[in-house]
Nanobody, 123 residues
């Protein structure tokens, strides 16, 4: 059984930075794409960033491109999300997800999800 545990959320001022981490256990981590999603109050969950199995390809939502960086360490079974220049509209619960395949593509199915970590950006 796969478990994904996020950490690193918190309260930060506009323009600040946070680094989220997701630790995975269970099936072979390096075989699957990983992604971060977020859900703000009253809104649908939205894609933030994804990374393929090797870390060689990364994908970002337009809203975070240039500010957020996704990375992974297959030896440590972790995927991180470095968030810079945070703005109030980044406030949300952030979820880590493990894809069903090694490479990301739009419409990729995600088999497992973490419990989420709250990020709040004050103005």
């Amino acid at each position: 059984q796969v478990q994904l545990v996020e950490s690193g959320g918190g309260l930060v001022q506009t323009g600040g930075s946070l680094r989220l981490a997701c630790a995975a256990s269970g099936r072979t981590f390096s075989r699957y794409a990983m992604a971060w999603f977020r859900q703000a109050p009253g809104k649908e969950r939205e894609f933030v960033a994804a990374i393929n199995w090797s870390g060689g390809n990364r994908y970002y939502a337009d809203s975070v491109k240039g500010r957020f960086t996704i990375s992974r360490d297959n030896a440590k079974r972790t995927v991180d999300l470095q968030m810079n220049s945070l703005a109030p509209e980044d406030t949300a619960v952030y979820y880590c997800a493990q894809g069903s395949l090694p490479n990301y593509y739009t419409g990729l199915r995600y088999d497992y999800w973490g419990q989420g970590t709250q990020v709040t950006v004050s103005s």
